[in-house]
């Protein structure tokens, strides 16, 4: 297992950790198993999605602003921030990629994102490669 940190730096806040992921699969010398990627988050989720074009995943949070609203004042929770865990949960915290001949399966166009709901923060992102070497 490994943990790295990101440092986010807006209230919510999309970023590629496709390269750090796949270092960790790589030192792992795993060749074929799953590689399951975790946020311990509340307010922050992990997603595979296309990684050549930024403007999907500017789409997504702009959907996201839009269908989760940051101000909305019938939130209960008191800290403030319900918008964002209602995000995290809705996405998730975690992923499983599976991994054949030491490399992730992602589809050609497939990154991996952390994504940010409640920042500027530093978050860790947590790396498990189970398998055979």
């Not at 030192?27 to 595979?48: D, E, L, Q």
């Not at 702009?62 to 319900?82: C, F, K, Q, V």
């Amino acid at each position: 297992m490994s943990v790295f940190s990101v440092r986010t730096t807006k209230r919510t806040s999309i970023v590629n950790i496709t390269s750090y992921v796949k270092e960790e699969v790589k030192k792992s010398g795993i060749r074929s198993g799953f590689c399951v990627v975790y946020v311990p988050h509340t307010t922050a989720a992990v997603f595979i999605n296309e990684g050549a074009d930024p403007d999907v995943v500017r789409d997504i949070a702009y959907m996201l602003e839009r269908l989760i609203p940051w101000e909305d004042h019938t939130y209960a929770h008191s800290e403030g921030n319900s918008a964002a865990h209602i995000r995290s949960a809705i996405i998730g915290n975690s992923r499983v990629i599976p991994v054949e001949n030491g490399e992730l399966l992602l589809g050609r166009w497939e990154s991996i994102f952390l994504a940010e709901f409640d920042g500027p923060r530093e978050r860790k992102v947590i790396v498990k490669v189970i398998g055979e070497k």
